[in-house]
Nanobody, 121 residues
Framework: VQLQASGGGLVQAGGSLSLSCVVSGSIFRINVMGWYRQAPGKQRELVAHITREGTSNYADSVKGRFTISRDNVKNTVYLQMNSLKPEDTAAYHC????????????????WGQGTLVTVSS
């Protein structure tokens, strides 16, 4: 199972960026998909996650500015980031909780590589 994230870059404060992350490999189902971020010298923190049914949850710091969505057919999760602030600068990592086998039903957690978002003031 592999997660491939894309869409990071450099943007001015107040601007927008869109991230996407595709899950590939032999899987039965993807349950929760999410985005985390890690700024230099800080711990990784949750940005947002979304269930297969579409229920989403956001960190307080991004509520009203970021929107997470997913396409269950394409096994892809998106993060639309608006009104970006310099404090949003970080490496953004996607995460997926995946069921490999319908027989076992066991969940496994997979991470994608980080995509860097830099917001200049």
């Amino acid at each position: 199972v592999q997660l491939q994230a894309s869409g990071g870059g450099l943007v001015q404060a107040g601007g927008s960026l869109s991230l996407s992350c595709v899950v590939s490999g032999s899987i039965f189902r993807i349950n929760v998909m999410g985005w985390y971020r890690q700024a230099p010298g800080k711990q990784r923190e949750l940005v947002a996650h979304i269930t297969r049914e579409g229920t989403s949850n956001y960190a307080d710091s991004v509520k009203g500015r970021f929107t997470i969505s997913r396409d269950n057919v394409k096994n892809t999760v998106y993060l639309q980031m608006n009104s970006l602030k310099p404090e949003d600068t970080a490496a953004y990592h996607c995460r997926a909780i995946v069921v490999i086998s319908s027989r076992s039903g066991h969940e496994y957690i997979y991470w994608g590589q980080g995509t860097l978002v830099t917001v200049s003031s």
